[in-house]
C-alpha cells in the first residue's frame, strides 16, 4: 500500500514589498507547481503513470501542467481545497494500491482571507504537496510540527493533526525555517494594482502559438535538453538536433537542475522597453530584470526575474528558477521559469523526510 | 531611387536596370508579402525581376551581396539595390510591436526582451569582462550626434555631450535613452554595373571588392560568448579574405551602431581592435572624424536614423560620397578604402563588405 514518504511546502518569499508586488505572476497552478516539483525532486520512479490529486481552485492549466511540469505522464484528480477533503485525499490514498501518488493543496479554505484570495483570483498564500509511493513498512500518516506564521499551512496541519490517531511516525511540515513574523504577501501587496485575469491582450505576428507553446514546454518547464552521443555536445532548448553537428539521431535527452543557476548578464528593462505583451505588467508593477543564467553543462537561458527590486540582480549572483506566469496569449495565461535570487526562493531547501 | 539615377555622372536609364533588390522588413505590416511587385511598380520598374532580401537590420547588407552575385553572374548592365524603412506612421504599441519582432521569439522575447533590452545584457556582460564602459558608450554617442549634425540626411542634428548621455533615462541597464538609435523613416538605393562597364556610366566608379556575411544562433543564449558577434567576425574574415586586404588599408568605417556598445563591439568583431581595447581606442579620439580610423562620419544609426531595410544601404551611399570626395563638410581626408558592417538583431546576421576608388 502507498504511505506518505515526503512533504514539501511552498511559501512565497513575503519578506520585502517588492517581492510581493512581483508575485502578481503567481496563481494557485504555479503555487502548487512549486510544492509539486520539489515534492518530486530527484525522483525516478519506474515509468508508469502518477496520480496528482489537486484541492483548490485552479485555472485549466491544472489538467495538464503537472504531466508537463513532471515529464510523465499523471492522472489528475480534483477535490475542493479544504482541510477536510486533503485529510480524506490522503487518507484514501494511503490505503490504495497503485504507483506513486501526489497530493497537492493550495489556498486551503479553512481561513477566510484566504478564501477571498481565491476568489478574486489572486494567488493564495501557500502550496503544499505529499509523495506517497507504494510501501511495506510504513506506518500510517501523522502530522507533527505546523508551519510558523502561515495560516494556510497551519490550518492544514491543525486539521490533519486532529484527525490523526495516535499512528507511529511525525512528519514536519512547511516553513519553519523561516519562522513567524515573516509577514503575509495579501496584507503587503499594494492596492490598486492590475491583478485582474486580463487576457484580452494579444499580440500579433511575433507570438508563439499555442502549439508550439506546449511542444515546448519540457524546455522550458523541465530545462530538456539533449545530448549528442556523436559529438559530446549539449543542446538546449531541445530541438531535436544536434545544434553542434546537425545530427538527429544520436540524441539522449537529459533535464538539466532548475536550481543552481548563475547571472552571466542582467539587464533592467525600463517602461516603453518592454514587448506590448508585457504592457500590463509593466503598468502594474514597473520596470524588471532579465538576466542570462547559465545552467549546468554550460548552458545558457534567458529568464525574467521575480521576486526581487529591480537593478538589484548583479551579474555572477547565484539564482533558482521556478515556475511563474509569464503573460497573457490566446485567452490564457502562458507559464515559464523565472529567476529568483537564492535567498528569497521561499520556503526552499530539500523535502522533508519522515524521521 | 530618382537621386540614384541622377547621382550617374553620365546618366543611367531605367531601361538598362535587369534585376533589382529590395532591402525591407515590411515595419507595420503594410506590405508583408510579395513586397518585390510593389516595388517594381513605385520605381517604373514593372516587368524587371526583383527579389525581396529580408534578413532584419542587416537586409541592406544581405541585399548587397546578392546584387554583387548577380552582376558577377553577367548579363546585368545594371543591377539596382534599395533599401526602405516607413517607422513612424504606426501607433506605439504597433511601433513597439514591430522593433521585436526580429529577435528571438521562444525565449528573449517571452522573458520581456526587445533590442534594448538584449543590447543591455550585452553591455552588461561587457562591463563584467572588461570593466565599466559608459564614458566610452557616451563617447560613441556624442561623436555620431556630432558627425550627424553635418550630415543633411540625419534624423538628429543636434550635437549632445558625454555628460547629456550618462544623465539620461535608462532605458536597459546600462543602455539609456542616447544610447539608441531612433525610430526612423528612410529610403536609399544603389546601382551596381560589372567593373568592365563601369566607365560608361562614370570616371569614378566606386568599386565593391566584396561582400561577406554570416550568421550566428538567433538568441544569444545558444552563444558561447555575448561581447563577441562571430557572424560579424565572420563576415569580416570572409571580406578582407576575398579582397586581400589589411585592415590597416581602411580608410574609414560604417558600422552598424544600434545602440552605442554595438559600435564598441564591431571595432573588436572587424579585427580594428584587441577584444576590450574598443573603449580606450574610442576615447582616445580615434574614431572621430579627424581621428586615424573614422567611424560613422555620417552620424551612424545613432544620428542618422535606422529605417531598417534602408540602413545596410545608406552605408553604402555614405561610403560612395566619401570615397568620391563628395562629403562636403563631413568629408574624411584622403579616404580611398571603406568598410560598410551591417548586422541584423544582436549579432544573428551580419554583412561586411569593402569598398575602394581609383
Known amino acids: 500500500m502507498r504511505r506518505v514518504v515526503r512533504v514539501a511546502a511552498y511559501v512565497p518569499a513575503g519578506a520585502s514589498n517588492w517581492a510581493a508586488v512581483a508575485a502578481s505572476d503567481e496563481d494557485s497552478f504555479t503555487l502548487a507547481a512549486t510544492a509539486v516539483e520539489r515534492v518530486w525532486s530527484g525522483r525516478r520512479a519506474e515509468p508508469g503513470p502518477i496520480l496528482v490529486h489537486a484541492l483548490g481552485d485552479f485555472p485549466e492549466v491544472v489538467e495538464w501542467g503537472f504531466a508537463a511540469l513532471l515529464g510523465r505522464e499523471t492522472v489528475v484528480t480534483r477535490s475542493p481545497g479544504t482541510a477536510s477533503q486533503l485529510a480524506k485525499a490522503l487518507e484514501e490514498l494511503e490505503g490504495g494500491e497503485g504507483g506513486p501518488a501526489i497530493v497537492v493543496a493550495v489556498d486551503l479554505a479553512e481561513t477566510s482571507a484566504s478564501r477571498t484570495s481565491s476568489k478574486s483570483g489572486i494567488a493564495g498564500d501557500a502550496a503544499v504537496a505529499f509523495l506517497l509511493e507504494p510501501t511495506e513498512s510504513a506506518a500510517p500518516l501523522l502530522f507533527g510540527k505546523h508551519a510558523a506564521g502561515r495560516s494556510a499551512v497551519a490550518a492544514t496541519v491543525r486539521r490533519a493533526r486532529s484527525e490523526a490517531a495516535g499512528g507511529s511516525r511525525i512528519m514536519f511540515v512547511g516553513d519553519w525555517d523561516r519562522g513567524a513574523g515573516v509577514g503575509s504577501a495579501r496584507e503587503a501587496k499594494p492596492a490598486g494594482r492590475d491583478r485582474s485575469d486580463n487576457l484580452g491582450t494579444v499580440s500579433e505576428g511575433a507570438y508563439i502559438p499555442r502549439a508550439r507553446y506546449l511542444e515546448n514546454l519540457p524546455s522550458r518547464w523541465r530545462f530538456l535538453a539533449e545530448v549528442c552521443e556523436a559529438c559530446h555536445r549539449t543542446t538546449f532548448p531541445s530541438r531535436r538536433v544536434c545544434r553542434n553537428c546537425g545530427r538527429a539521431d544520436s540524441l539522449t535527452p537529459v533535464e538539466l537542475p532548475y536550481n543552481g543557476g548563475r547571472v552571466v548578464a542582467v539587464t533592467t528593462v525600463s517602461a516603453g522597453g518592454q514587448p506590448t505583451e508585457f504592457d500590463a505588467q509593466v503598468a502594474g508593477s514597473g520596470p524588471y530584470d532579465v538576466a542570462l543564467v547559465e545552467l549546468a553543462r554550460g548552458m545558457r537561458v534567458t529568464l525574467q526575474v521575480t521576486d526581487i527590486a529591480p537593478g538589484t540582480l548583479a551579474v555572477g549572483d547565484h539564482v533558482d528558477t521556478l515556475l511563474r506566469r509569464l503573460y497573457p496569449m490566446e485567452g490564457e495565461w502562458r507559464y515559464g521559469r523565472k529567476a529568483v535570487p537564492v535567498s528569497t526562493a521561499g520556503s526552499r531547501g530539500p523535502a522533508k523526510t519522515p524521521a | ?358
Open chain 2, 1 to 358: 531611387m530618382d537621386g540614384a539615377f541622377a547621382s550617374v555622372d553620365r546618366g543611367a536609364d531605367r531601361r538598362d536596370v535587369s534585376e533589382a533588390f529590395l532591402a525591407t522588413l515590411g515595419f507595420g505590416g503594410h506590405q508583408i508579402g510579395n513586397a518585390a511587385a510593389a516595388l517594381a511598380e513605385e520605381a517604373g520598374l514593372v516587368g524587371v525581376p526583383v527579389t525581396r532580401v529580408e534578413n532584419a537590420c542587416a537586409s541592406g547588407g544581405f541585399a548587397l551581396r546578392s546584387a554583387l552575385a548577380a552582376v558577377s553572374a553577367g548579363a546585368s548592365p545594371l543591377v539596382l539595390v534599395t533599401g526602405v524603412e516607413k517607422m513612424t506612421d504606426v501607433t506605439n504599441a504597433r511601433r513597439r510591436y514591430w522593433l521585436g519582432v526580429s529577435g528571438d521569439t521562444e525565449w528573449e522575447r517571452s522573458a520581456g526582451l526587445t533590442f534594448a533590452g538584449v543590447y543591455g545584457l550585452v553591455a552588461s556582460r561587457y562591463f563584467a569582462e572588461h570593466g565599466d564602459a559608459s564614458e566610452a558608450l557616451a563617447e560613441v554617442a556624442s561623436k555620431n550626434h556630432e558627425n550627424g549634425a553635418l550630415n543633411p540626411n540625419a534624423h538628429f542634428h543636434r550635437r549632445v555631450t558625454r555628460a547629456e548621455v550618462l544623465a539620461a533615462p535608462r532605458v536597459a541597464r546600462p543602455l539609456g535613452l542616447f544610447d539608441c538609435c531612433p525610430v526612423s523613416d528612410g529610403a536609399a538605393a544603389l546601382l551596381l554595373s560589372p567593373p568592365e562597364l563601369a566607365h560608361r556610366f562614370t570616371d569614378t566608379p566606386v568599386y565593391v571588392d566584396a561582400a561577406g556575411a554570416g550568421t550566428d544562433f538567433l538568441a544569444v543564449q545558444e552563444r558561447p560568448e555575448l561581447t563577441r558577434f562571430r557572424a560579424s567576425h565572420r563576415a569580416a574574415h570572409e571580406a578582407f579574405r576575398s579582397a586581400g586586404w589589411n585592415r590597416s588599408d581602411v580608410s574609414f568605417l560604417e558600422v552598424h551602431d544600434c545602440f552605442t556598445i554595438a559600435e564598441l563591439l564591431a571595432l573588436e568583431d572587424l579585427g580594428f581592435a584587441a577584444p576590450g581595447e574598443a573603449p580606450r581606442m574610442t576615447l582616445s579620439g580615434a574614431t572621430r572624424r579627424d581621428g586615424r580610423l573614422p567611424v560613422n562620419p555620417d552620424g551612424g544609426l545613432k544620428a542618422k536614423g535606422h529605417p531598417i531595410g534602408a540602413t545596410g544601404v545608406s552605408q553604402v551611399y555614405e561610403i560612395f560620397l566619401q570615397l568620391r570626395g563628395q562629403a562636403g563638410l563631413r568629408q574624411v581626408a584622403g579616404a580611398d578604402h571603406a568598410l560598410a558592417h551591417n548586422v541584423g538583431g544582436a549579432g544573428a546576421t551580419a554583412a561586411v563588405s569593402l569598398f575602394s576608388v581609383g
